[in-house]
């Protein structure tokens, strides 16, 4: 083989290995510790990405779980409102990464600052519609120039694994029926059962999003609610993010709640964790435990409401 052949087939394989990665890492260095969590929220919002909360998971981990591997790590939700409604116009499940979600993370003993994200190629895939969908590829854009301007020398690095098989659904969904004409208190009775649960199954809404306030406001009126949860389950990003600090790409979780105009059903839905063993090629046990655990639980919770 030439030196040439070499090459191109070495450029081949390092393509087709970026192109099979359905997260995205991009790493700076940051030996003078000007990067923060703070300071990369702040350029997603000029890139115009609204950040709904950027929290420090490292004071719930050390509290919880008496210490962390980290010096920073923190999780981060946020979302491009304009492109949110041209999208839920079209495809509804939307909300599934409305807000979408990052993690942000520095190793102790490390001085390189790091940040996750799911590239739009797979969160198409995850919602079911066309990967090249102009406004999704927009999206990805205004994460790509947030992220270079947060992190001026930074760059993409390459994830040291593939994806494995998705061994399930890629979205668990439900549907209750509620008549239009009191769903107000229907859905107000349901959200405050749907509540009350979390706590006891160890999940923690990590923020909240009435996105329809944002659709009224851009005179879209197609819903009579579009709600998003953000949910956190603390063991779960604590274990997983002790082997794939990457993780936050899918934590914390969107869960929409929804109902059109015109229809008789509150459609729920949220990403499954199967998309998080199949894109984070998790293999150790006590990850695996921990997700689905937590899987069994939402699905057990969501059951008893919608049956």
Known sequence: MTHLLKLFTAMAITATVILAQEIQIFQSENKDGKITPQTIGSAFEKAGL??????DMNVPFVKQFKESGFTVYNLAT???????????????QIGLFAPMSMSIWTKKGET????????PETMATIMGIPANNPTLQKIGKMIHEALKSAMPNGK???IPYSPKPIDGKRVTTFEIEMDSASWEDA????????????S???FVMAGFNDLNYDFDEKNYEGFYFYDVYSICKLPVIYTVAKVR???GAFAPCSLYMYMKKGESQMKLGFPSVYNWISALSIDDKASLKELKDAQNRMEKILSSLTE
């Open 50 to 55: 609204y950040i709904s909360e950027n929290r």
């Open 78 to 92: 946020f979302f491009s409102k304009s492109d949110v409604l041209e999208l839920v116009k079209t495809y509804p």
């Open 112 to 119: 390189t600052i790091s940040v996750s994200t799911l590239t």
């Open 156 to 158: 993409f690095i390459t």
């Open 187 to 198: 859905k107000e009775e349901f959200q405050m059962g749907f509540e009350g649960e979390l």
């Open 200 to 202: 006891p199954n160890g």
């Open 245 to 247: 600090p990457e993780a």
